[in-house]
Nanobody
Framework: QVQLVESGGGLVQAGGSLRLSCAAS????????MGWYRQAPGKQRELVAT???????NYADSVKGRFTISRDNAKNTVYLQMNSLKPEDTAVYYC???????????????WGQGTQVTVSS
């Protein structure tokens, strides 16, 4: 199975920066797309950014130009560099990964436990 562990969350002032990391571990056959979701209090979960194994990226309009997603395939780790943070970025951020654990089962999505990001005005 796959375990995802996020790190790097915390409290930052508006205009500041944070870098989130998510390391995948466990037994799996292959790993494909990875990404980040977030959920703010009283709001629905939203997709922040995704990255394929080949490096293609996609961003939500609200973070485009401010956030950068990247990955290190050798380390099975995905990153989210967050710059020019705004109070509306405050949320719990979740790491996700699409992986296949063996040849007999298809891909499934795994989730991390989440890390809190708080941006003060």
């Amino acid at each position: 199975q796959v375990q995802l562990v996020e790190s790097g969350g915390g409290l930052v002032q508006a205009g500041g920066s944070l870098r989130l990391s998510c390391a995948a571990s466990g037994t799996f056959f292959s790993m494909h797309a990875m990404g980040w979701y977030r959920q703010a209090p009283g709001k629905q979960r939203e997709l922040v950014a995704t990255i394929t194994s080949g490096g293609s990226t996609n961003y939500a309009d609200s973070v485009k130009g401010r956030f950068t997603i990247s990955r290190d395939n050798a380390k099975n780790t995905v990153y989210l560099q967050m710059n020019s943070l705004k109070p509306e970025d405050t949320a719990v951020y979740y790491c996700t990964a699409e992986a296949r654990v063996n040849l007999f089962n298809g891909d499934r999505t795994y989730w991390g436990q989440g890390t809190q990001v708080t941006v003060s005005s």
